[in-house]
């Protein structure tokens, strides 16, 4: 090759070794940016392993909780026992009430007729 050919082929051959080390740069930044979404994705799927895992957690315990309506129904079950039990407890309060003031009269009977037996 002479002088004046290398002239001339030696900036092309730089810019065809510029234009190389252009795409070796670009094809090097999309390998980076493919093992980064490579990483994201293990990432995404590891939470995703995690999410599942913590729903299937929830689910399990969510099927140990009594039905809401269960315990509504329960509570007014109960609700319903209590008034009957203040009511009961209401009568009883009567009913001591009476028997006591009866006690009083009989005591006081009694009481009339020693002194009358006394006599």
């Not at 070794?17 to 795409?23: D, G, L, M, T, W």
């Not at 315990?61 to 509570?75: A, F, V």
Request: aromatic share 2%.
């Amino acid at each position: 090759m002479t002088l004046e050919e290398s002239r001339e082929v030696i900036p092309m051959m730089e810019t065809m070794i510029n234009q190389i080390e252009e795409q070796q740069n670009f094809m090097a930044a999309m390998v980076q940016e493919l093992q980064e979404r490579d990483r994201q994705l293990l990432s995404f799927q590891e939470q995703n392993q995690s999410l599942k895992s913590l729903n299937s957690e929830l689910s399990r315990l969510l099927n140990l909780l009594p039905d809401t309506e269960e315990l509504l129904s329960q509570i007014e079950q109960q609700k319903t026992r209590i008034e009957q039990l203040e009511n009961e407890n209401q009568q009883w309060q009567e009913l001591t009430q009476k028997l006591n003031n009866e006690n009083s009269l009989l005591q006081k009977q009694n009481s009339e007729l020693l002194t009358l037996n006394s006599r």
